[in-house]
């Protein structure tokens, strides 16, 4: 099984930020479509954005503008910035990994990691 390891959630007060991180060290890395997906408590889980092997990032709209996501390659790792959050973005996160076509549905995402609790709150 290949390993993804989130890193980085925790308490945040609204309009706060916080950087998630990623590591997958055992992929063949340029050939993964690298997703985040949250769950917030009692709801289904939902995508949040998705970053190519190319790097072009792509965001569900309730973050767009907020939230950005980024790979590094040399260190096998994605992030996914978090900037200007609010309660609503309390949730577990976590990041995937799916083949070069793997987009908005978490059913395309291979490999997933154990997910990250982040919680806004004053």
């Known amino acids: 099984q290949v390993p993804l390891v989130e890193s980085g959630g925790g308490l945040v007060q609204p309009g706060g930020s916080l950087k998630l991180s990623c590591v997958a060290s055992?992929?063949?890395?340029?050939?993964?479509?690298m997703g985040w997906f949250r769950q917030p408590p009692g709801k289904e889980r939902e995508i949040v954005g998705f970053?190519?092997?190319?790097?072009?990032?792509y965001y569900k709209e309730s973050v767009k503008g907020r939230f950005t996501i980024s790979r590094d390659a040399a260190r096998s790792t994605v992030y996914l910035q978090l900037d200007s959050v609010n309660v609503e973005d309390t949730a577990v996160y976590f990041c995937a990994a799916g083949g070069p076509g793997s987009s908005w549905w978490h059913d395309e995402y291979e490999y997933w990691g154990q997910g990250t609790q982040v919680t806004v709150s004053s």
């Open positions: 055992r992929l063949p890395w340029s050939d993964f479509t």
């Open positions: 970053i190519s092997w190319g790097g072009t990032a």
